[in-house]
């Protein structure tokens, strides 16, 4: 009996400990302790996240999913064939498929980088309007959540540029577009940027149109010509895992609300 009290009583003073030092570093968490780890939301504004992760972590099965098929689309912003690829094969399979998958995408493409002092010039092929296209969408990435919604709103929309502040401000109003801007025009735009150029130009083989899609880090012809033609059936074939229901056309799950 002496010793569960002396648990009980430790517990509380790592509690205690806990309260104290979470409400110095973090004063916007109005839940009480017992609901910090409830949900990620939370955990975060209660500056708990590693601690729930740990508590979590005793409880995580011991095998570990398979890896995730990796897709990655080497991309311009305003070329036809990339859109469509991004539009009606990447994003709609992403959406039935991500908790199998993981997208990158890298626009620039066949864009020319030049070095100018400390920053870098961009030259894209469909010209200006795609360098800032890519730019946006980059800025978009290192910004939102929902980048890959926004951008596929931007890409399908009849005008690529003129939809994004649209597309931002649907998908994710709590990013400023000011905040896209700033990047857009100022240095972290153009050193993000210049990542891009450098994933692009270590391709293995080298790119030699776009769109270019890699699968798993790796492609050939063969890996082109499948994910052009149904990237949908590729993710599934290729993921090691038990297949998602998605997967089987649906013959494992039976809807339980019909309309
Ligand atoms: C996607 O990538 C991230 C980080 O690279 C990784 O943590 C996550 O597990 C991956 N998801 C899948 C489905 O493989
Ligand atoms: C945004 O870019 C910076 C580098 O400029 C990087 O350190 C940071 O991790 C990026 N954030 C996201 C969310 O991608």
């Known amino acids: 009996m002496v010793i569960v009290k002396m648990q009980h009583l430790v517990l509380l003073v790592f509690v205690a400990l806990w309260t104290v030092e979470t409400s110095l570093s973090t004063p916007l968490c109005t839940y009480p302790p017992s609901q910090w780890c409830s949900s990620p939301e939370v955990a975060a504004q209660c500056?708990?996240?590693k601690q729930c992760l740990e508590f979590s972590?005793?409880?995580k099965p011991h095998t570990a999913p398979a890896p995730g098929v990796e897709v990655a689309l080497y991309y311009e912003s305003l070329c036809g064939g990339c859109r469509e690829f991004?539009?009606?094969e990447l994003f709609p399979t992403w959406l039935m498929l991500a908790e199998i998958m993981n997208v990158t995408l890298v626009p620039f493409g066949n864009a020319l980088e030049k070095k100018n002092g400390s920053k870098y010039t961009f030259e894209c092929?469909?010209?200006e309007d795609e360098c800032k296209g890519n730019m946006i969408e980059t800025c978009i990435m290192n910004s939102s959540k929902y980048a890959f919604f926004i951008i596929f709103c931007m890409e399908s929309s009849s005008d690529v540029l003129g939809s994004a502040e649209t597309c931002l401000k649907l998908y994710d109003p709590d990013v400023k577009w000011d905040t896209i801007m700033s990047c857009v025009n100022g240095d972290e735009g153009n050193k993000l940027?210049?990542?891009n150029a450098q994933m692009t130009q270590a391709l293995q083989p080298p790119h030699e149109y776009v769109p270019w899609v890699t699968v798993n880090g790796?492609?050939?012809d063969d890996i082109q010509d499948k994910a052009m033609a149904s990237l949908f059936n590729m993710v599934c074939s290729l993921y090691m895992g038990d297949k998602p229901?998605?997967?089987?056309?649906?013959?494992k799950?039976?809807?339980k609300n019909y309309c």
């Open 47 to 49: 500056g708990v996240e």
């Open 193 to 195: 940027m210049h990542l």
């Open 86 to 88: 991004l539009v009606l």
């Open 218 to 220: 790796k492609h050939t």
């Open 245 to 251: 229901p998605a997967c089987s056309g649906g013959k």
């Open 125 to 127: 092929q469909h010209g």
């Open 57 to 59: 972590g005793l409880h």
């Open 253 to 255: 799950s039976k809807p």
